[in-house]
């Protein structure tokens, strides 16, 4: 009998590894490259709270902001390899994954980012989150952070103020095509080196959206700030379809409810934030918001629009259709 006691404790003792390992959570590092009070990084945050509040003990997410873990240009290589389960790079990163993604490059494509949100929410737009999952790389929602402007420290006003000068883009054919297409020499560069590109004047300009360029302190080291809106940067946020795919049913979808819930969330603070730091930039007085006219911005439609034409084999002139028709 003692021995049967004794051989029961001992097997119930070899269990507890496994049952401890069992127990232990679920990691999701989540990378992004901008600042915690950005609406990528309050959707961040939010997301955390949201999965760990529905799944308690069972998920744990770590947030890394400000390219701490990897940059945009590195994290889905990283995705792919395992080393990360969850980011949220601008659109214009996916270029290497598909070519369909490039629609959101485009410039003057959207007048406002309540087109931008009905083309995504499409069946189209949808669809699109699901274009890389040849490429082991799933969508689960876009994230906003707004229109983009230029910033310079000679005022633009027209695109042969821009011509000559060199302009930060991200990763992006399309971006280097949109430059060049006003004489203006694009250089694709880490988001993270920008501040010190502009402070050493290596560059001369980069565009962004007020959010970025507040939170990222580049108004303090431009003069001016031009209010074209002639592109888009949102996010995709994205995960890899092999940890997708092989979380249990369950919290799958409550990961999924959580997601959803924190994109609105961060995409509200997008559109808050988008009017917010623009008047910050202006109230800091270190930089001079110049509102182009009527007659400046069709110079800079007509410049920039051949673009669409460049890129309509890659991306599609269907989808291209979809997204002109979101702006009705």
Known sequence: MKAFVAATVLACASLLPFQQAAAKPI????SHVVAENTPKGQMALKFKELAEAALPGQVEVKVYPNSQLFTDSTVLQAMQLGDVEMAAPALSKFQKYTTKLQLFDLPFLF????AVDRFQQSPEGQKLLKSMEGKLLVGLGYLHNGMKQLTANDPIRTPADI???KYRIMT???????FEAVQAIPLKKPFSEVFTLLQTKAIDGQENTWSNIYSK????VQKYATETNHGLLDYMVVT???FWYGLPDDVRNKLKVAMDEAIVYGNKIALEKDS????????SGKTEVIKIS?????QWVEAMKPVWNMFADEIGADLIGAALEANN
């Open 27 to 30: 990691e999701i590092k989540f």
């Open 111 to 114: 007048k406002d980012i309540e």
């Open 163 to 165: 011509s000559g000068k």
């Open 172 to 178: 992006s054919d399309v971006l280097q095509a949109q």
């Open 217 to 220: 302190k580049f108004f303090e």
């Open 240 to 242: 890899s379809s092999e």
């Open 276 to 283: 917010e730091d623009r008047q910050q930039i202006i109230d």
């Open 294 to 298: 009527a007659e400046e911005r069709q």
